[in-house]
């Protein structure tokens, strides 16, 4: 009688611990634990997402291993099938997260891209813009115009349940290994620190998508800066007025107060106006030597990019061509 009761036991362990509990079709296959969840509110996930059926063997079986409320670990798990209980159990109270991928591009300022990672992740926007604005500078060594120079853009690996903190002290290891000792030659040679790259990328990000001419366009840039000339750049004005749904920049938005504003002010702007592409990054690092001072888009009908010029007269000319296309499209 012993042995049949023991085995009747030992069986009824092992059918609720070791037998398939995970549907073959899930509505999903990722479960986000929020903090503070508790172990029904875990069971109403895993059910809500067909993860499981059979929520009574689960239940069993958690409180066979002690995953109670006070056991139960924050994180985004990916559910496999086939899987039984223990199995699941065991991931789920050792916090055995799935990383997931982050992709940090083209944003306009640090609110945005706060608000775009925070998407992805637990935290939520406004904890990590607090811990931007208060904790940020000092551990990066910015001002606030220049925060945005230390996040570079890619596709990165975190963890679900990151925090503001470990999100940004990650980011600046990235900047750290990115600015390689021979990028920041090319940057000394040039004349400029990593952050005036960064910021006269961003310019250069928003005047063209063509990749072929941006090293010719970062020359152009530096021989205006070189040559005490205002830069000039349409973007820049755009991003002091703040409007950027702003299709066309006439006489009026020049006159802007802003030390953004490059047609008022010379040298860089305080810092980027748009997080660059590393293509734009490396347009500035590899710049092409010319003696060109001047550009402007053309038309689109004559291809892609802007037409260069040596002289304000051969400007003058180009600019009238360009101007004459936009009031042919009626764009204002």
């Not at 734009?280 to 038309?299: G, Q, R």
Request: net charge neutral.
């Amino acid at each position: 009688m012993l042995l049949l009761v023991g085995g009747f036991y030992a069986y009824k362990f092992y059918h609720r611990s070791f037998s398939i509990i995970t549907n073959e079709s899930p509505k999903t296959d990722v479960l986000l634990i929020h903090s503070g969840a508790t172990l029904e509110e875990v069971i109403d996930s895993l059910l809500a997402n067909e993860q499981i059926h059979h929520a009574n063997r689960f239940r069993w079986t958690a409180d066979k291993m002690q995953y109670d409320d006070s056991a139960i670990r924050s994180g985004r798990y990916i559910i496999s099938h086939p899987s039984n209980s223990k199995s699941l159990l065991s991931m789920l109270r050792a916090g055995k997260q799935t990383p997931l991928k982050v992709t940090i591009q083209n944003v306009r300022t640090i609110q945005q891209m706060c608000g775009r990672v925070s998407a992805k992740l637990e935290m939520d926007s406004i904890s990590l813009m607090n811990y931007i604005s208060t904790a940020f500078d000092s551990l990066a060594g910015t001002v606030p115009a220049t925060r945005m120079t230390r996040f570079i853009p890619n596709t990165y690996e975190f963890y679900w349940t990151v925090t503001p903190e470990d999100f940004c002290k990650r980011m600046l290891k990235e900047y750290d290994r990115f600015w390689s000792e021979e990028k920041l030659a090319k940057a000394s040679a040039i004349g400029l620190t990593p952050e005036q790259v960064y910021t006269l990328a961003s310019i250069i990000e928003k005047e063209t998508n063509y990749n072929p001419e941006k090293t010719r366009m970062a020359g152009v840039y530096l021989n205006r800066i070189d040559q005490g000339i205002p830069l000039q750049a349409d973007p820049t004005v755009v991003f002091a007025i703040g409007d950027f749904e702003l299709r066309r920049v006439l006489l009026g938005h020049l006159e802007v107060d802003s030390p953004y504003n490059t047609y008022k002010n010379l040298g860089l702007p305080p810092g980027p106006i748009f997080m660059p592409g590393i293509a734009s990054i490396d347009a500035v690092l590899n710049k092409e030597d010319h003696d060109y001072i001047f550009f402007c888009a053309k038309p689109t009908d004559e291809g892609s990019g802007h037409a260069f010029a040596k002289t304000l007269s051969a400007h003058n000319v180009n600019a009238r061509k360009y101007q004459a296309w936009l009031n042919q499209q009626g764009i204002k």
